[in-house]
T-cell receptor, first 114, second 114 residues
Framework: DAGVIQSPRHEVTEMGQEVTLRCKPI?????LFWYRQTMMRGLELLIY????????DSGMPEDRFSAKMPNASFSTLKIQPSEPRDSAVYFC????????????FGQGTRLTVV | GDSVTQMEGPVTLSEEAFLTINCTYT??????LFWYVQYPGEGLQLLLK?????DKGSNKGFEATYRKETTSFHLEKGSVQVSDSAVYFC?????????????FGGGTRLMVKP
């Protein structure tokens, strides 16, 4: 398996524009996570899905953020409208149910909002 | 709720020095414990793990022992290399939490100089 695949790797956009980040989890994994990483706040869990259903979105900063998982092999994180403070690296991770609970991370999308 | 506390970095060492990165946790249940490593420009990857008290996780010369009595999971390596320069994250997964969610510490940056 190629691992968790995120696209794009880098995104530069203007304030007010819509941004869509994409994630393809590892085949067979039933959990998918979206994280945001910044220097100020470190690694934050935004939302996670189990079997394509959102379980906990309490980490989503505000209504401008939304995430979907229409099927087991694809998820999106959308920011509309984007703001400069949304600039961060966004990671997608997937995993399997179980005690070991290892999460496999993608390489991240570096978002810059100017 | 669950939480993980790591020593703040950066930690700067010379090559072949001994490394310790402290990690302590609080959890309502009986968690599994993990160390993840993030190399520059990449996502997090699992370094080692332990699922019960007194278990020792080890990988690539790194070790950490699950100490229930002190609620700690300190990361150690006897002789660091320049290639170990990265950010290290301690994390826990508690089955009392809904689902498979990992709780991460703030990360510790390690810089190894030749």
């Amino acid at each position: 398996d190629a691992g968790v695949i995120q696209s794009p790797r880098h995104e530069v956009t203007e304030m007010g524009q819509e941004v869509t980040l994409r994630c393809k989890p590892i085949s067979g994994h039933d959990y998918l996570f979206w994280y945001r990483q910044t220097m100020m706040r470190g690694l934050e869990l935004l939302i996670y899905f189990n079997n394509n259903v959102p379980i906990d979105d309490s980490g989503m900063p505000e209504d401008r953020f939304s995430a979907k998982m229409p099927n087991a092999s694809f998820s999106t994180l959308k920011i509309q409208p984007s703001e400069p403070r949304d600039s961060a690296v966004y990671f997608c991770a997937s995993g399997l149910q179980g005690v070991l609970a290892e999460a496999f991370f993608g390489q991240g999308t570096r978002l810059t909002v100017v | 709720g669950d939480s993980v506390t790591q020593m703040e970095g950066p930690v700067t060492l010379s090559e072949e020095a001994f490394l310790t990165i402290n990690c302590t946790y609080t959890a309502t249940g009986y968690p599994s414990l993990f160390w993840y490593v993030q190399y520059p420009g990449e996502g997090l990857q699992l370094l080692l793990k332990a699922t019960k008290a007194d278990d020792k996780g080890s990988n690539k010369g790194f070790e950490a022992t699950y100490r229930k009595e002190t609620t700690s999971f300190h990361l150690e390596k006897g002789s660091v290399q320049v290639s170990d320069s990265a950010v290290y994250f301690c994390a826990l997964s508690d089955l009392n939490n809904a689902g498979n969610m990992l709780t991460f510490g703030g990360g510790t940056r390690l810089m190894v100089k030749p």
